[in-house]
């Protein structure tokens, strides 16, 4: 059974909810904790939605991460909770008082604070993200192209020949130019020029939402 729900005994903050800014993640709950508390701490009941990320602060300034699944990797007594069926409820410790060399942890660190964080919903999908950022990579030009001597990219109308093709096949999330640029007035450039005149090509494909299988086969 994975814990569902964990206990805190600090102080809940409020204040500090709007002042944290993230692109990626919203400030649900802040609580403080130990000797960061005045008078009385409460025991507050939290409910760990899926995705939700817990982060802990510790009074020797470190500072660790968690989620529901991974709690155990800084508490390892949430083992045995997770292995009963009684309980699905964790009461975080007051801190660290086991001596870990692996972890780097001697003797007795305190929780000074905890917050619980919330994932922000992405607005746009992962592949128009990728589309966008492509087109821009390839400067908006995608296909086979002529390539000169001075690195601009000619339309390819295809023909008979006799001679031999040099084609130019850029990296993923790259560009013809940005995979081959520093070639430019070199020695190795101006005797490709020479050796290929005229057929020299660069292939600008799609490397992010498309397959490689589907890049050869419109080459």
Not at 154 to 174: D, Q, V, Y
Not at 184 to 203: K, R
């Amino acid at each position: 059974m994975s814990i569902q729900k964990i206990i805190i005994k600090g102080s809940k903050q409020t204040s500090v909810i709007d002042k944290v800014e993230d692109d990626y993640l919203d400030l649900k709950e802040s609580y403080q904790v130990g000797s960061q508390v005045r008078g009385i701490a409460d025991a507050h009941e939290v409910s760990l939605e899926n995705g939700e990320i817990l982060q802990l602060k510790f009074d020797d300034d470190t500072c660790w991460f968690c989620n529901a699944d991974t709690l155990e990797d800084i508490f390892p007594e949430a083992i045995a909770l997770k292995r009963g069926a009684e309980n699905d409820t964790f009461t975080i410790p007051s801190g660290i008082n086991n001596t870990d060399a692996q972890r780097g942890i001697v003797g007795d660190i305190l929780l000074k604070a905890l917050n619980v964080f919330a994932k922000k919903k992405i607005t746009r999908e992962i592949g128009e993200l990728a589309a966008d950022l492509e087109k821009k990579q390839l400067d908006n030009l995608s296909g086979l192209y002529l390539l000169d001597k001075n690195f601009k990219l000619e339309p390819f109308e295809i023909k008979a020949s006799t001679k031999p093709w040099l084609i130019f096949l850029h990296g993923t999330n790259s560009s013809a130019y940005g995979s081959f640029g520093e070639l430019m007035q070199t020695d190795i450039w101006n005797y490709l020029h020479q050796e290929y005149a005229g057929q020299v090509l660069a292939f600008q494909h799609e490397t992010l939402t498309k397959s490689p299988l589907q890049n050869v086969l419109e080459l």
